[in-house]
C-alpha cells in the first residue's frame, strides 16, 4: 500500500521541476561576436532573442533603425563548435550564422534558451503545458475532491459514467439503510412508550383492526400500529423482538453513519483516481510525443552524419582560416590574394609546358640493343597475328556479336594461366581514305588533341625512333572518379605482305609502359593495350587517274583498356561493345574531312 501511495504521490515536485523551465520564457539580449566575412571576420552585434525569433543589430543604440538580419527559430539547427569553446552556429538551411560568446557559461545560456524557445515554436513549449494542480491526496485519504478539469472529463468520459452509476447504487444502499433505520427507530419509540406492555395484556384477544393501536411515528416512517398477532406472532412474542431491535437502534445509526461516510469516503477516492489517471495520461502523450520528435531529430541527424561525414567548410567562412580543419596552409595565411595569384601562375605555367612541341624525332630506327624492342617487336606481332586468326580447321576464331551497317563487333576466346580474357575486335569498313592516312593521324602526336576529345593534355616524354615515341596523357576527370592518366609507347609499322595480291598493312600499337620522368603520383594510373590495323583496297578506274572514289580502308580496332582500380571483367566487355562504334565512326569522319583537300597518301 506504502508503494502505491508513493506512486500517485509523484506530483508536484518532479512535475513542476520538470515543466518550470517552459512556463517561463522571457526575452533574452546581450552582445556577441559575428562573423561578418573574410575582411572583417569577427564583429561585435547586438543579438536578440524574442517570441522564437532571432534577430540581430549593428548596436544597442542601432535597434531602432531596425535589424540587420532575422531567422525563425521554428527550424534552426544550434551546432556548440567541437574545438572552440566559446562559439556556437544557428542554420536555417543554407544560412548560418557564425556566433561567439564571451565564455563557456555565456554560450551554454544562449544555447538553452534558443533551445527552449525552439520547443516553444515547435508546440512542445509553455503554452501547450498541462495545468499543474496542488499536492495529490493517497488513497487512504479521501477528504477533499481536487478540481477536475473540462478537459479531464472528456478524456475520462467512460469513466466518469462508470462513477456516476455507482453513486447511484449508494443512493440505493442510503434509502436502504435510512428504511432499516426508521424501523429500528420505531422499534425503540414503541419500547420507549410502552405499547409493548399493551401488547402482553391483550394477548388472548383476537383484534384484527390495527387501527385500534397506537403506534410510534417518525419523522422517515408512515402510521403504522403494532397488532397483538401479526404474521402468526402471539403478542407477547412480538412485544420481545421489539424490545431486541429497539435495543440495536443506537448500534446501526452509529454503523449507518459510518457507512455513508465511507461509501462517500470510496466515491471521492475513486473520483480522485480518475483525475489523477487522466492527468497521468495527459502527461505521459506529451513525455511520448516529444520522445518520437526526438527520435525523429536523431534519425534526420544520423542520416546526414552518413551522407556527409564530415562538414564542408564553407569558403569564406571562420573555419576556413582557423582551426583544426583549416583549409588555408602556411604561405596563403599571410596573404590569400597572393596565394591565389601563384596559383593561376602556376596553372598557366603547367598549360604553357603542355603546349610546348617536343624536339623533332632523331632520323634512326630503334635500336636492337634497346630495352624495349624486343617488347615492341612482341606486342605488334601480336596483333598481326590476330587479325588473320584460324583455327586448324581453317575457321575463323573470331565470332561476331555485334553487327550496324559496314561496322562488326567480334569476341575471341582466349585463356591466359586460366584466366578468361576474350578480347574484342571492331571491324570497318570506309570509303574515301587509306590506311596509310588512318594510322598516320592516330599516331600523330601534333594532331591528337584535334580528335580526342577526353584528354586534358599530352605530351612526348621520350622519342625513341622516328616511328616509336612515348607518350603522357592526362584524361580529363569524370566526377566523382579520380583523375586518370597514361604512360604508353606509341609505335607505326607499314607491314609489306608477302602474298603480292594482298593489300600491304599499317599497324599503330599503343601499349602502356613506365618512364622514370613520369611516376604514379596523384593521377590513377591507366593500362592499355591498342590497336589499329588498315588495308587499303584500290579499284582501278576505267581510265584516268585514281581518286577517292576508288579507294577503301578495312580498319581492324582492338583496345583492351584497364581503367584502374577493379572492375568487373563482364563491365569492360560490356562498355567496350558499346564504345567500339562510336569511336571508329568519330574518327574515320574526322579523318575524310581532313583528307578531302590533300593528295591521297598511299
Known amino acids: 500500500m506504502s508503494e502505491e501511495r508513493d506512486v500517485l504521490s509523484f506530483t508536484d515536485d518532479e512535475e513542476n521541476d520538470e515543466f518550470e523551465e517552459e512556463g517561463h520564457l522571457l526575452e533574452k539580449h546581450g552582445t556577441l561576436s559575428k562573423w561578418t566575412n573574410y575582411l572583417h571576420g569577427w564583429q561585435d552585434r547586438y543579438i536578440v532573442l524574442k517570441d522564437g525569433t532571432f534577430s540581430y543589430f549593428k548596436s544597442v543604440t542601432e535597434t531602432a533603425y531596425g535589424c ?23 542554420s536555417v538551411n543554407d544560412s548560418v550564422w557564425y556566433l561567439r560568446a564571451k565564455d563557456i557559461d555565456e554560450r551554454q545560456q544562449w544555447v538553452r534558451a534558443i533551445e527552449l524557445h525552439k520547443q516553444t515554436e515547435s508546440g512542445y513549449g509553455s503554452e501547450n503545458s498541462l495545468k499543474r494542480h496542488g499536492s495529490l491526496l493517497s488513497l487512504t485519504s479521501g477528504t477533499s475532491l481536487s478540481t477536475a478539469s473540462a478537459s479531464s472529463f472528456k478524456r475520462g468520459r467512460g469513466l466518469r459514467e462508470k462513477l456516476a ?323 604508353f609507347w606509341s609505335h607505326i609499322r607499314h607491314v609489306i605482305n608477302e602474298d603480292e595480291e594482298e593489300p600491304d598493312t599499317w599497324i599503330v600499337v599503343n601499349y602502356s609502359t613506365d618512364h622514370p620522368t613520369v611516376p604514379v603520383g596523384k593521377y590513377v594510373r591507366v593500362k592499355m593495350n591498342v590497336s589499329m590495323a588498315c588495308q587499303t583496297l584500290i579499284e582501278p578506274p576505267d581510265d584516268g587517274e585514281i581518286t577517292r572514289d576508288n579507294i577503301t580502308c578495312k580498319i581492324s580496332y582492338t583496345a583492351n583498356v584497364n581503367p584502374g582500380g577493379w572492375a568487373p571483367a563482364s563491365v569492360l566487355r560490356a562498355v567496350y561493345k558499346r564504345e567500339y562504334p562510336k569511336f571508329l565512326k568519330r574518327f574515320t569522319s574526322y579523318v575524310k574531312e581532313v583528307t578531302a583537300e590533300k593528295a591521297i597518301m598511299l
Not at 525563425?72 to 552556429?89: G, I, K
Open 165 to 487: 452509476e455507482m453513486e447511484t447504487f449508494r443512493d440505493i444502499l442510503c434509502r436502504q439503510v435510512d428504511t432499516l433505520q426508521s424501523y429500528f427507530d420505531s422499534c425503540a419509540s414503541a419500547v420507549a412508550e410502552g405499547t409493548v406492555y399493551d401488547l402482553t395484556e391483550h394477548e388472548d384477544d383476537d383484534i384484527d383492526d390495527i387501527d385500534d393501536y397506537d403506534t410510534p411515528k417518525t419523522n422517515s416512517s408512515t402510521n403504522s400500529s403494532h397488532p397483538s398477532k401479526i404474521g402468526g406472532l402471539k403478542g407477547r412474542d412480538l412485544a420481545s423482538i421489539l424490545q431486541q431491535h429497539g435495543g440495536h437502534a443506537p448500534d446501526f445509526k452509529g454503523e449507518a453513519y459510518t457507512f455513508k461516510a465511507t461509501t462517500a469516503g470510496i466515491i471521492a477516492t475513486l473520483s480522485h483516481c480518475i483525475e489523477i489517471m487522466s492527468q497521468r495520461e495527459d502527461a505521459w502523450r506529451k513525455r511520448l510525443e516529444r520522445e518520437v520528435e526526438k527520435r525523429k531529430k536523431v534519425e534526420e541527424s544520423y542520416k546526414t552524419i552518413l551522407m556527409d561525414r564530415q562538414k564542408p567548410i564553407v569558403f569564406g567562412g571562420p573555419d576556413y582560416e582557423e582551426g583544426p580543419h583549416c583549409a588555408i596552409n602556411e604561405d596563403e595565411f599571410f596573404d590569400a590574394v597572393d596565394a591565389a595569384l601563384d596559383k593561376l601562375e602556376k596553372e598557366e605555367e603547367r598549360k604553357h609546358i603542355a603546349a610546348v612541341k617536343p624536339q623533332p624525332p632523331p632520323a634512326i630506327l630503334l635500336s636492337p640493343n634497346h630495352s624495349l624492342y624486343n617488347e615492341i617487336n612482341q606486342i605488334t606481332a601480336e596483333h598481326l597475328k590476330f587479325l588473320e586468326d584460324k583455327n586448324d580447321d581453317g575457321e575463323d576464331n573470331w565470332i561476331m556479336l555485334h553487327e550496324e551497317g559496314e561496322m562488326k563487333v567480334y569476341k575471341r576466346e582466349l585463356e591466359e594461366d586460366g584466366l578468361v580474357l576474350d578480347p574484342l575486335k571492331a571491324v570497318h569498313t570506309v570509303k574515301g581514305i587509306t590506311g596509310h592516312e588512318i594510322c598516320h593521324y592516330f599516331w600523330d602526336l601534333n594532331v591528337r588533341m584535334d580528335w580526342e576529345g577526353t584528354l586534358e593534355s599530352s605530351r612526348c616524354i621520350e622519342w625513341l625512333s622516328e616511328d616509336t615515341f612515348i607518350s603522357h596523357n592526362i584524361i580529363k576527370r569524370v566526377w566523382p572518379a579520380s583523375q586518370r592518366d597514361a604512360v
Open 68 to 90: 540587420r538580419g532575422a531567422v525563425s527559430l521554428n527550424r534552426a539547427c544550434v551546432t556548440p563548435h567541437p574545438f572552440d569553446e566559446c562559439r556556437f552556429d544557428v
